[in-house]
């Protein structure tokens, strides 16, 4: 399979940043990309820096106006194409919402983010319910869709899940960056943890890892970059630089996850009789 990644610094002219994005969708399609994964909550700025009850005004229904305009992109490149749009369900119930576009244009599914966070600089808890549709992978024309995004993707009971499901990759679209106030010791360990983790879910499952970051500084929050993508066992394939924008074609062997589970057969080996408490918040 391969993937087209689109790294992009967003600003505030929503119609600009989506204009940007289908001129970088058609170039990857040119480049022979079957699948185009875009960073979260890609049409606009990252607003859950602070909360404020008139970015509700953001939100669109799905199908909506975006599915509109990406299903046109894709029925046209013949590509398929994972969005992530801020959805309005109904009135005061919102999601943080990764829709799939087929290649006809239509929607084969989407996933509602699972795992909120709250933290300084990210209050999406403000904004978004947590999701209610699972961890069930997306089924496309090129192949089972294990999609998550962002905070998910600290979590490795997402990525089994999604894994056990049947998924044939995992992807991540993504918003994550640096406090400025850190050291820039602190900023780099951040950085690779975050890197680090997404590649033991890999090696964990046996699937290639794909995620997409925004870049840029936003109102003072600096994003990193980093988009990146891993094979089965964990080996990059793919590293977007940490403060620019870039694009990327990468080829992906699904068929290679086969062998590798061969090798390391963990699906196997789990001790599923012996794992009731991971349901539990804490083990007292």
């Known amino acids: 399979m391969k993937i087209g990644l689109i790294q992009q610094h967003n600003t505030a002219r929503r119609d600009d940043n989506r204009q940007r994005l289908a001129e970088k969708i058609a170039q ?13 909550l890609h049409n606009g700025l990252y607003f ?65 983010k ?28 090129i192949g089972r869709l294990g999609v998550l995004v962002c905070w998910d993707q600290w979590y490795p009971e997402a990525a089994r899940l999604m894994a056990l ?5 995992l992807i991540y679209p993504t918003a994550i960056g ?3 106030n850190d050291t820039d010791d602190e900023q780099q360990r951040q950085r690779m943890a975050w890197q ?4 033991g879910h890999a090696v964990a499952n046996g699937l290639p890892v794909v995620t997409v970051n925004r870049v840029g500084v936003e109102d003072g929050l600096p994003f990193w970059g980093t988009s990146f993508v891993a094979g089965p066992q964990g080996e990059l ?3 977007a630089p940490t403060d620019q924008e870039a694009t990327a074609v990468v080829e992906v ?27 539990k918040r804490y083990k007292d």
């Not at 602070?50 to 909506?64: R, S």
């Not at 709250?118 to 069930?136: I, S």
């Not at 499901?165 to 990759?169: E, I, K, R, S, V």
Request: glycine share 8%; charged share 25%; aromatic share 12%.
């Open 28 to 40: 990857l399609a040119q480049q022979g990309a079957e699948l185009v994964v875009l960073q979260e």
């Open 48 to 112: 859950c820096q602070t909360e404020d009850v008139n970015v509700f005004d953001q939100a669109e229904p799905i199908p909506g106006p975006s599915t509109e305009f990406f299903g046109q992109l894709a029925k046209e490149l013949q590509v398929v194409i994972v969005t992530s749009l801020f959805e309005r369900r109904a009135a005061g119930l919102y999601h943080n919402t990764a829709v799939v576009l087929e290649k006809d244009g239509t929607i084969a599914g989407k996933y509602r």
């Open 114 to 141: 699972m795992h909120i966070p709250d933290d300084p600089g990210y209050y999406e808890k403000f904004y978004f319910t947590p999701g209610d549709l699972g961890f069930q992978p997306i089924d496309t024309s």
């Open 165 to 169: 499901a049947g998924a044939q990759l």
């Open 178 to 180: 640096y406090d400025a």
């Open 196 to 199: 680090t983790v997404q590649r």
């Open 237 to 239: 394939l793919y590293e």
């Open 253 to 279: 062997d699904l068929e290679r996850s086969e062998q590798v589970r061969r090798w390391w057969p963990f699906l196997r080996d789990r001790r599923i009789e012996n794992y009731g408490d991971i349901t």
